[in-house]
């Protein structure tokens, strides 16, 4: 029996890994070492054994830890996406909600197990971490808003029913417990207006439908909707973003959509947006999956770039 704390773990090894990349991302970003050293809260020479790895042997130092790759990569894109904003802050709060996250829905457990073999194999200690998990999610989701506030280009994807972006607890059972926005976002006159401040059951359409895709790939807790047409989708070409497209449906039932949309993440669980063609009475929208919240924001802001 061993008392390492999970909290260790993600210290000695994940949080390592992570810095290391977002060092080599700022610096490729035109980041001097001491800059990069003041954001990340370590010294110089730090910065510069960060660095001195490359990025196949960071990833590969994750993936024998049995750390999933892609969570380490999109995390390490958002703060770096955040960073670059001047975002510096909200990078910090991300990345501390994006690891307890992690470790309190035991993703890290066997990961950790690997290290401390001594570990028992009923540990859930680390799932007390989401006792405050309610305040978190809401707070994620705002911080989300915010970011998409910024960014009245959105109003180029926004669809005719108006758009809108929920997260969902781990765990998530039921629509009450995913936040998003009953009033939906809208953008008028070069600003994004958000109907109302989010709250569960903020969206019952979206709430269902990222609930069931969970099922599918736990780590995909948040949704976005936007409109489609042929820019978006271009957009998603450009940005190389793996997507499907599902429909037109006979009917208006949102169950066939949200139906039609579980089967193609079935089929592919890395979809990262599922292009629906509507039907009788349904707009055509595309539907964009993400980490969190905030991860979504960032993708649907980058979409919108480029569909202007």
């Not at 060092?23 to 960060?50: C, D």
């Not at 999109?74 to 001047?86: A, F, H, M, W, Y």
């Not at 809108?164 to 070069?190: F, L, Q, S, W």
Request: glycine letters at 6%; charged letters at 25%; proline letters at 4%.
């Amino acid at each position: 029996m061993s008392i390492s704390t999970g909290l260790e773990f993600v210290s000695e090894n994940v949080l390592p890994i992570i810095r290391s990349l977002v060092a080599k991302k700022l610096l490729e970003n035109g980041y001097s070492q001491l800059k990069v050293a003041k954001i990340l809260g370590i010294t110089q020479p730090a910065v510069n054994r960060y660095v001195s790895k490359d990025y196949g042997e960071l990833i590969s130092r994750a993936e024998s830890l049995g750390i999933n790759k892609d969570w380490v990569t999109r995390i390490v894109n958002n703060i770096v996406e955040l960073i670059l904003n001047n975002k510096e802050y909200e990078a910090l709060e991300y990345l501390t909600n994006m690891i307890v996250m992690e470790l309190g829905s035991l993703r890290l457990c066997d990961a950790h197990r690997k290290l401390v073999p001594s570990l028992p194999t009923i540990c859930n200690v680390c799932s007390i971490l989401t006792t405050g998990i309610t305040d978190s999610i809401i707070k994620n989701m705002e911080r989300a808003l915010s970011i998409l506030e910024m960014h009245p280009e959105i109003h180029a994807i926004i669809p005719r029913v108006l758009m809108n972006i929920v997260e969902a607890k781990p765990g998530a059972v039921t629509e009450d417990d995913v936040v998003g926005v009953p009033g939906r976002i809208d953008a008028h006159d070069g600003r994004v207006i958000i109907g109302s401040k989010p709250i569960y059951g903020g969206s019952k359409h979206l709430g269902k439908l990222i609930i069931k895709c969970m099922n599918v790939n736990p780590r995909y807790r948040s949704v976005a909707s936007i409109k489609y047409d042929n820019k978006v989708e271009y957009a998603l070409k450009e940005l190389s973003m793996h997507y499907v497209k599902v429909g037109p449906h006979e009917s208006s039932n949102e169950d066939d959509v949200i139906n039609a949309a579980v089967d193609s993440m079935i089929k592919d669980p890395t979809l990262e947006a599922i292009i629906d063609l509507g039907g009788y009475a349904l707009e055509p929208v595309t539907y964009v999956f993400g980490i969190d919240s905030i991860d979504v924001a960032l993708k649907v802001i980058k979409i919108a770039s480029r569909a202007t």
